[in-house]
């Protein structure tokens, strides 16, 4: 949920962009599986940067994630990481894709079936919106390349399915803004509208100064405070 904006950062630069996601994603999940995941998306935001419509997106992911995925199973041993699933999410990413979709819960019950067989044990309900990433990933990836011009529309029908609505709509809402740019958005509604465009501007522009460390991490302790304070009236 937090890698789309390396598709603008390295988007003219292919093997950096790789390189930059999957290190960023085994970090905190060591896991062959949320990499090539990450590395989706990051891909989808450059390609949708450059001019590609979903639809050619559509056609060149799963080969394009499958590349990645070949680089990190065979080679970088150096990373202790889990290997197992090989090729998974590139075979899941390329199934899906490549499928037809009449409207959105037919599209869900796709990723339902697709995900089915590889549910670790326990696992009580293919949800597409629960936070695996052949449920939830795949379901925020396949929306943000939907057929519908309506980006508002698209993150609705995420958030209406509950589960893990803050991590699917925040992976599709970063590719949207790839797709779409931001004229949708209800900027006025936005809490640090004024931050969040200049960080916004910076990974686009490059040469936009931002805040330094230290009023970056007082302006983040206040926040952090604001969200306690609202958890407490909630529960009150």
Not at 40 to 61: C, F, H, M, N, R
Not at 185 to 206: K, S
């Amino acid at each position: 949920m937090r890698v789309a904006p390396l598709g603008a950062v390295y988007r003219d630069n292919p093997a950096v962009l790789a390189t930059a996601v999957m290190e960023a994603s085994l970090i905190t999940h060591g896991h062959i599986s949320a990499a090539a995941f990450a590395y989706a998306v990051v891909y989808t935001v450059a390609a949708l940067i450059g001019g590609q419509t979903p639809q050619e997106i559509k056609d060149s992911l799963g080969s394009a994630v499958a590349s990645v995925e070949t680089e990190w199973l065979e080679n970088h041993l150096d990373w202790t990481i889990e290997r197992s699933v090989g090729h998974l999410v590139s075979q899941s990413i390329a199934k899906i894709l490549a499928q037809k979709w009449n409207n959105c819960e037919q599209l869900r019950q796709q990723i339902s079936q697709t995900a089915k067989p590889h549910l670790a044990k326990g696992f009580t309900k293919a949800h597409p919106n629960q936070g695996f990433v052949l449920l939830g990933g795949l379901h925020a990836l396949a929306m943000a390349l939907f057929p519908q011009d309506d980006p508002e529309f698209l993150l609705a029908e995420i958030i209406r399915q509950g589960y893990d609505t803050d991590t699917v709509a925040a992976i599709c809402g970063g590719i949207l803004g790839a797709r779409f740019g931001t004229n949708w958005i209800p900027l006025e509604r936005l809490q640090e509208r004024e931050r969040l465009e200049n960080y916004a501007a910076a990974l686009v522009d490059f040469n936009v100064a931002v805040e330094d460390i230290e009023t970056f991490l007082a302006r983040e302790a206040e926040l952090s405070q604001q969200e306690a304070n609202y958890q407490k009236k909630v529960m009150a």
